[in-house]
């Protein structure tokens, strides 16, 4: 299995511009979560999906934030418009049912200037 | 809401020590927790898994144990190598997966 799979690696934009964060889970996963990773405040949940549906996005900062999964193979993170403060890395992240560990992605670092 | 707190938040010790990095957590209604390592720039590799009716978990050098009703977990590591230096976090899942902070490590040669 090649594991859960996020693109881009790194992503550099303006202000203002959209960003859209992909993410491919493990085949047979279940759910599926976002994360924001910063120095000062650590691993952040922003959303998580179970069976594509979105259950709890009460860690997305703003309205600018949005996130979608059409499909239990794919899911995005958009940020409309940009600022420099959404600037950190973003993980993914799948497991099968409740009780069973994660696995993440490797990260997308994003930087907005 | 679930709250995470690692102690301690850095340590170095010299190579071959063996060490305890401690986790504990608010919520004790936990289906298991879960340790993970990240170096730096780099994503989070697990390492253990314990499930909530788990006492500890063992892989190779590493031993962690979790007492629920305390809301506590320790990371054991016996003796450490200058490949262990990375960051370690402690996550513990109520349904969704809270992290600590994370203990950053350094074992130096």
Not at chain 1, 62 to 68: G, L, N, Q, V, W
Not at chain 2, 12 to 33: K, M, Q, R, W
Not at chain 2, 92 to 108: C, E, P, S, Y
């Amino acid at each position: 299995d090649a594991g859960v799979i996020q693109s881009p690696r790194h992503e550099v934009t303006e202000m203002g511009q959209e960003v859209t964060l992909r993410c491919k889970p493990i085949s047979g996963h279940n759910s599926l979560f976002w994360y924001r990773q910063t120095m000062m405040r650590g691993l952040e949940l922003l959303i998580y999906f179970n069976n594509n549906v979105p259950i709890d996005d009460s860690g997305m900062p703003e309205d600018r934030f949005s996130a979608k999964m059409p499909n239990a193979s794919f899911s995005t993170l958009k940020i409309q418009p940009s600022e420099p403060r959404d600037s950190a890395v973003y993980f993914c992240a799948s497991r099968q049912g409740e009780r069973n560990g994660y696995t993440f992605g490797s990260g997308t670092r994003l930087t907005v200037v | 809401k679930q709250e995470v707190t690692q102690i301690p938040a850095a340590l170095s010790v010299p190579e071959g020590e063996n060490l305890v990095l401690n986790c504990s957590f608010t919520d004790s209604a936990i289906y298991n927790l879960q340790w993970f390592r990240q170096d730096p720039g780099k994503g989070l590799t697990s390492l253990l898994l314990i499930q909530s009716s788990q006492r500890e978990q063992t892989s190779g050098r590493l031993n962690a144990s979790l007492d629920k009703s305390s809301g506590r977990s320790t990371l054991y590591i016996a003796a450490s190598q200058p490949g262990d230096s990375a960051t370690y976090l402690c996550a513990v899942n109520n349904n969704d997966m809270r992290f600590g902070a994370g203990t950053r490590l350094t074992v130096k040669p």
